[in-house]
């Protein structure tokens, strides 16, 4: 008989839901690397994470420096440009005697912007965090050696000339800059290279806010695009480290230091939470629209993009004729929101101005970050509204609007709280922050399909999503897979009595692989369905021969208790799409077959539990006297 069919007994449908870690082999046995399925874990880590730390350390407190730098620049150029004098103190532009001529310090800042764009670095252009993205998403986490230095040149010209914009954009680009450079140095893989981009990025952050948790946060909602230890591990010690080195450059902090705040709000404050909340969460939205009108705008224009950030800085410079308080980063405006002094004129201009002269000249093109107008932004909206809603002490709703902008702008709720914690160590906040933070995020994710970072990124080309959540193929298990009772062949049958037996069989034309076996039923090797047709043309031209000179005695094989993940790696690995399923510990004992087109069943299971609906418990379970729908079918189908 040349063909068997081979099912596989329940001990083996029943197998321990473990597994082992996926490997390469040619021998019927464990894959090279295989262990014992106790070995699956919760996690994949390795030994590589230590010195993968190590470099994350030091780029923490190299990050550190970089911040203070381009702190130190931005402050420089201010001066410079709106004072005529040579001090590096972080000052507001607003105060300046220039007069009309204040509107041609933007415009020439802008110039200089548009030079350097054009003929230094394109990626110089934009706020940061969508460059960084990118070069994580598309470059291998490679960063030009040049973006290191003209990206905080240019951010620090732009700030210090008046930009309304932040420098945590610029500091997390080049931080992710610096951070890439170090990785280049070492012999890495892309990931690594993530991990230590992504480690200058959150360094970077945490130095300029002295806000390190806020920090491993934003890497992780943003940046990463993983929780795994492998990578939150490093990036949380370069937070840490670059904090620690903070303290020691700048002091510190909190940034800044508002009134107290009662530990308990009532359900009026609560209410007002909710209202703050979906406020800045259409804002938000509204910001996002803003800003990419604006950069469709300037497309329409007939000038080279080189020339649109002068432009932008025209519009800066009105602005702050009409709004001083709109020019630069804005600290001190920060501030007198979260004290809680500040009239309802300044909110206005903020909301009006700052933000139009924002939108216009991130649009043109121009270097800076977004958090600071963001947060500033945010702080108005929560402060106008606080006038019609409960007093809960000063700057109360300028913190909660806070928050929540940022939630809802950059989709990352978390960050969005704990952020806003750090800013002002003021934990009587965190419940209150929670509310508004959801709900703005739930508003901009409900309302929008991109966030004012990821837009950017899906203009060039580019999809990503923001969403982590375990892949089925991490807990489906090859025994839910497998094909069972499939064809195997006798290792003694000759070629020609195999043609006869596959001639319309049961894996006559779908079978790709097929499993051999010896006279006692054992596996002895597998052949593939082209090597096996070419064999038996042989045959047929040139005399029958059997089946066991032709056979793969070394094949790859696949267990019923290895996750379906460890599959997809192996076929990665060996470039094959089908592996016999042996049991463990006897690998001489048939059970099935596991085929690249099983794998979907994973994806329809997740898929089922994501579509199908269904009342799990019966509207009336407890009436008297009646069964649950279907029990008694039940018993009847039981019974027979």
Excluded at 341 to 347: F, L, N, R, Y
Excluded at 385 to 405: C, H, K, R, S, V
Excluded at 471 to 499: C, K, Y
């Amino acid at each position: 008989m040349a063909e068997s069919t081979y099912e596989g007994d329940a001990t083996d449908r029943e197998a321990p839901a473990a597994g082992a870690r996926g490997g390469r082999s040619r021998a019927i046995g464990p894959p090279e690397g295989d262990g014992a399925p106790a070995e699956l874990g919760d996690f994949t880590t390795t030994g590589r994470v230590i010195p993968i730390s190590i470099l994350a350390i030091g780029i923490g407190v190299l990050s550190a420096w970089v911040a203070l730098g381009l702190l130190r620049l931005i402050g420089l150029f201010t001066n410079l440009f709106f004072f005529g004098r040579w001090s590096t103190r972080l000052v507001s532009p607003a105060g300046n005697q220039l007069g009309v001529l204040e509107v041609l310090v933007p415009i020439g800042g802008a110039l200089v912007i548009g030079l350097l764009a054009r003929y230094g670095s394109e990626r110089i252009r934009g706020h940061g965090i969508p460059e960084a993205i990118e070069a994580i998403l598309i470059n291998g986490s490679r960063v030009e050696p040049k973006v290191a230095l003209l990206k905080p040149l240019s951010s620090a010209i732009s700030i210090g000339s008046g930009g309304p914009f932040g420098a945590e954009g610029p500091i997390i680009m080049t931080g992710g800059a610096f951070g890439s450079m170090v990785a280049q140095l070492f012999h890495l893989t892309a990931a690594e290279r993530k991990t230590l981009l992504v480690a200058g990025a959150a360094g970077g952050m945490s130095a300029t806010f002295a806000s390190p948790v806020a920090a491993v946060l934003l890497a992780v909602e943003l940046l990463l695009f993983e929780w795994k230890p492998r990578s939150l591990i490093p990036v949380a010690l370069a937070s840490a480290a670059a904090a620690a080195t903070r303290v020691q450059l700048m002091g510190p902090g909190p940034l800044f230091t508002p009134p107290a705040h009662p530990a308990v709000i009532d359900l009026p404050g609560i209410a007002g939470c909710v209202v703050v909340g979906v406020l800045a969460g259409a804002l938000s939205a509204a910001l996002t629209l803003y800003v990419y009108a604006a950069e469709d705008a300037f497309r329409l224009l007939p000038i080279h993009w080189a020339w649109w950030p002068a432009i932008g800085g025209l519009v800066i410079g009105l602005g702050g004729l009409v709004f001083p308080q709109a020019l630069g980063v804005g600290y001190d405006t920060l501030d007198a929101l979260i004290q809680g002094h500040i009239s309802t004129p300044v909110i206005l201009g903020i909301l009006l101005v700052k933000s139009t002269i924002w939108a216009v000249s991130l649009g043109s093109g121009t270097s800076g970050g977004v958090l600071a107008p963001l947060l500033m932004m945010g702080g108005a909206i929560g402060g106008l509204a606080g006038t019609l809603l409960p007093q809960e002490g000063a700057g109360f709703w300028a913190l909660i609007g806070m928050g929540a902008i940022m939630g809802g702008t950059m989709r990352s709720p978390f960050t969005g709280v704990v952020f806003a914690i750090e800013l002002t160590r003021d934990v009587n906040m965190l419940f209150p922050l929670l509310v508004a933070v959801i709900l703005a995020h739930a508003f901009t994710v409900l309302t929008m399909k991109r966030s004012n970072l990821t837009e950017k990124v899906a203009r060039r080309g580019y999809h990503l999503t923001r969403e982590y959540a375990c892949d089925p193929l991490e807990f489906l298990f090859v025994r839910e897979a497998m094909q069972r009772g499939v064809p195997a062949l006798r290792a003694g049958s000759t070629l020609g009595e195999i043609a006869r037996s596959l001639d319309g069989g049961p894996g006559g034309r779908g079978q790709r692989l097929y499993p051999v076996v010896d006279g006692e039923g054992a596996l002895s090797g597998v052949i593939r369905r082209g090597d096996l047709e070419r064999r038996i043309r042989e045959a047929a031209a040139g005399g029958d021969r059997r089946l066991a000179e032709a056979v793969e005695s070394k094949p790859v094989v696949a267990y019923p208790d290895e996750p379906l993940r460890v599959v997809v790696y192996r076929m990665v690995e060996t470039g094959l799409t089908q592996f016999p399923v042996v049991a463990r510990g006897t690998p001489s004992k048939l059970l099935g077959l596991i085929a690249l087109d099983d794998l979907l069943v994973a994806r329809q299971k997740n898929l089922e539990e994501e579509r199908r609906r269904e009342r799990v418990l019966p509207l009336r379970p407890f009436s008297a006297g009646r069964a649950a729908p279907g029990a008694d079918q039940g018993v009847a189908d039981r019974s027979g």
